[in-house]
């Protein structure tokens, strides 16, 4: 028997027995004897109000209508939280893949350039090399010719020399001859040896230049190591310390310079873990921007070097 049965037997048996009380009371009073005897005194009975429970299937199926609602709103709530996460996956993907398509311009641009400077370099050193071997064809065809007229103009002379006295000419002959043979062996060696000195002229004009270049080279990278080193303190002074930072970390940054030193971008590219750190570094780098020392390099150093360079921020504890 459920609770709203068992509220409703106790009613039922004191109206039971009013009702028998009062059957009896007009039993007495119709009968003979009742004349005699004193009516007993009335019991009046208060009337209560009775108020009903729900019963438990009432209640069973509320909770079942309520666990429903719950469920259908945690349902609404948890679909709408899962659109909201797609959306921003997607912005992020779309993002990422458009940085991923600007880097990868950039290279081919940047390996564009380099391989038509390359090609004008050879362009450039294959025509030097015709013009060199022009001027030496030149010189050399000049040499014969003075020496092929000389040997004409010396012939000449011989065969007039051989008019005028046969035997005394057929002797000078021999004599031309021999001569003409050594200075034509002479010039052949004076010619050659031209052409050695120029040679070694060349290996070591060549050799004087590659070690100029090295001087260079190695001069640029200090300088370029120096004002590396001067924009890594810069950045470190300009840095704030985060609450609550307890050291040992450090952070990877790219940043993009012009060529004027003014900050074009910056951006983490390897995290240090804590995200209070990176962006303080990022703030640092803005701080201590512009960085002016880059303008002292050229413009092929200044694009090797520092258009776009990463660099490692590890405060000290």
């Known amino acids: 028997?459920?609770?709203?049965?068992?509220?409703?037997?106790?009613?039922?048996?004191?109206?039971?027995?009013?009702?028998?009380i009062l059957l009896s009371t007009f039993v007495i009073a119709v009968s003979p004897?009742?004349?005699?005897?004193?009516?007993?005194?009335?019991v009046v009975?208060?009337?209560t109000e009775l108020t009903f429970a729900p019963s438990a299937a009432a209640e069973a199926r509320a909770k079942k209508q309520q666990a429903e609602a719950d469920r259908k709103?945690?349902?609404?709530?948890?679909?709408?939280?899962?659109?909201?996460?797609?959306?921003?996956?997607?912005?992020?993907?779309?993002?990422?893949?458009?940085?991923k398509k600007a880097e990868e311009k950039k290279r081919q641009e940047e390996a564009q350039k380099k391989a038509e400077a390359k090609r004008q370099a050879e362009l450039k050193k294959a025509e030097e090399a015709k013009q060199k071997a022009v001027e030496e064809a030149k010189a050399k065809a000049a040499a014969e010719a003075k020496a092929k007229a000389a040997a004409e103009a010396k012939a000449k002379a011989a065969a007039e020399a051989d008019q005028k006295a046969k035997a005394e000419a057929l002797k000078k002959q021999a004599a031309l001859e021999a001569e003409r043979q050594q200075k034509e062996k002479a010039l052949e060696e004076a010619f050659k040896q031209a052409e050695a000195e120029a040679r070694a002229l060349e290996e070591l004009k060549k050799k004087e230049e590659a070690e100029l270049a090295v001087l260079n080279a190695l001069a640029s990278e200090k300088a370029a190591a120096n004002v590396l080193d001067a924009m890594?303190?810069?950045?470190?002074?300009?840095?704030r310390r985060p609450v609550a930072f307890k050291g040992g970390l450090e952070v990877y940054l790219r940043m993009?310079?012009?060529?004027?030193?003014?900050?074009?971008?910056?951006r983490v590219v390897k995290t240090s873990g804590d995200v209070l750190f990176d962006r303080s570094a990022l703030t640092a780098?803005?701080?201590?921007?512009?960085?002016?020392?880059?303008?002292?390099?050229d413009a092929a150093t200044f694009e090797e070097k520092f258009r776009s360079l990463t660099v490692k921020f590890r405060p000290e504890d």
Do not use: Y
């Open 285 to 297: 780098v803005q701080r201590a921007a512009p960085f002016d020392e880059v303008k002292q390099f």
């Open 232 to 239: 890594t303190t810069r950045i470190t002074r300009a840095w």
């Open 33 to 42: 004897e009742a004349k005699t005897i004193t009516p007993p005194p009335v």
């Open 45 to 47: 009975i208060q009337a």
């Open 256 to 266: 993009s310079l012009a060529s004027n030193g003014e900050l074009v971008d910056v």
């Open 1 to 20: 028997m459920d609770r709203r049965g068992e509220n409703l037997v106790r009613p039922l048996m004191l109206a039971i027995g009013l009702h028998i």
């Open 73 to 99: 709103k945690r349902e609404a709530e948890e679909k709408k939280r899962q659109e909201e996460a797609k959306k921003k996956a997607a912005e992020k993907k779309r993002q990422e893949e458009a940085r």
